[in-house]
């Protein structure tokens, strides 16, 4: 094996959602619907990172080959202990969860806003992050 330097692009983009509730709303909520809106934000934004995720890590026909050693085949590659102890999994640093924000809405308008946004990239990068096992024959 030999060891060296490799560079990969990533593009963080930015996701979120902005909503705004009108004052007669937060007074009559007498069921607090209101309060839960922000980790309905946080959860709209891990939706949001599964559907971009799976997008792109759905389409990987040049990513997952036997060239590349990330492509195991075999009875023993099954989705069972055995077979995840081939793989190795790795987290990077970075902000993993989304920004959730609340303020009094624009002078012009009585009631308050509510926004949450998570800036996230996926790409298929070095093969060496990823195994695809391709299970029982």
């Known amino acids: ?24 709303d937060v007074i009559n909520d007498d069921l607090g619907a209101i309060t839960t809106v ?22 990987n026909s040049g990513f997952f080959k036997t060239a590349n050693k990330n492509y195991l085949t075999g009875t023993d590659t099954v989705l ?10 790795a987290f990077l640093n970075g902000q993993e969860s989304p920004t959730i924000e609340t303020a009094e809405a624009d002078f012009s308008r009585l009631g308050i806003q509510m926004r949450g946004y998570h800036d996230f990239g996926v790409a298929l990068q070095d093969p060496k992050g990823g195994v695809k096992a391709k299970g029982e024959a």
Do not use: C, H
Request: no cysteine.
């Open 80 to 89: 069972l202990i055995d077979g995840l102890t081939k793989a190795e999994v």
């Open 1 to 24: 094996m030999k060891v060296g330097e490799e560079q990969y692009a990533n593009k963080a983009d930015t996701y979120g959602l902005l909503l705004s509730v009108d004052r007669r």
């Open 38 to 59: 922000p980790r309905k934000l946080g959860r709209g934004s891990g939706l949001k990172i599964n559907d971009v995720f799976w997008t792109i890590f759905l389409d």
